[in-house]
């Protein structure tokens, strides 16, 4: 298995332009998860879903957007790309929500470096 | 959601232990804790979970009072590559749950 895989690993986008970030993960999980980490801070939820057709916001959903049309695939949509958005971002998947089961667990991507310039 | 209260630094010297305290005074009865550790520009990976009393595996320990309001990660004799970001996570109360990290701490082993 590979795992959660996010591709691409860098991008630099110019103010105003958009692009998808995607991820997959082959281990049948239920449960995936945005997140972005801004230097030097810890990790901030953007969104989750709970399964195929079902997604919701986390802490900071504002200017993204995901959708999740299949159990794999949970792509991550920046249609306006500002300043602020620059920061790693990693996607995360388990087989429930995580820590409510037995060695339930959350499995991160190797992450995709934004820059906004 | 449990909200979660972690040191935000500790230091530390190569081969002592280290134990790093989490508290999360509004955990639910379903919830379990869950620690991770986060490397420099890598994703966080699991390193223990448990409910109450003390989980051990090959990487650490993870010791849970009665009243589960806090939670003590243990490092038995740390080395330089232990160097990280801890973050302790409370687990969902129900499905459909976000799962939110706090801050973390940044534990820093010195020779």
């Known amino acids: 298995n590979a795992g959660v895989t996010q591709t691409p690993k860098f991008r630099i986008l110019k103010i105003g332009q958009s692009m998808t970030l995607q991820c997959t993960q082959d281990m049948n999980h239920n449960y995936m998860y945005w997140y972005r980490q801004d230097p030097g801070m810890g990790l901030k939820l953007i969104y989750y879903s709970v399964g195929a057709g079902i997604t919701d916001k986390g802490e900071v959903p504002n200017g993204y957007n995901v959708s999740r049309s299949t159990t794999e695939d949970f792509p991550l949509r920046l249609e306006l790309a500002a300043p602020s958005q620059t920061s790693v971002y990693f996607c995360?998947?388990?087989?429930?929500?995580?820590?409510?089961?037995?060695?339930?667990?959350?499995?991160f991507g190797s992450g995709t470096q934004l820059s906004v310039l | 959601l449990a909200k979660t209260t972690q040191p935000i630094s500790m230091d530390s010297y190569e081969g002592q232990e280290v134990n790093i305290t989490c508290s999360h005074n509004n955990i639910a009865t379903n919830d379990y804790i869950t620690w991770y550790q986060q490397f420099p520009s890598q994703g966080p990976r699991f390193i223990i979970q448990g409910y109450k009393t003390k989980v051990t595996n090959e990487v650490a320990s993870l010791f849970i009072p009665a009243d589960r309001k806090s939670s003590t990660l243990s490092l038995p004799r740390v080395s330089l590559s232990d160097t990280a970001v801890y973050y302790c996570?409370?687990?969902?109360?129900?499905?459909?749950?976000?799962?939110?990290f706090g801050k973390g701490t940044t534990l820093s082993v010195s020779s």
């Open positions: 996570l409370v687990g969902p109360n129900q499905a459909g749950t976000a799962l939110i």
């Open positions: 995360a998947s388990s087989y429930s929500g995580g820590g409510s089961a037995t060695n339930e667990k959350l499995f």
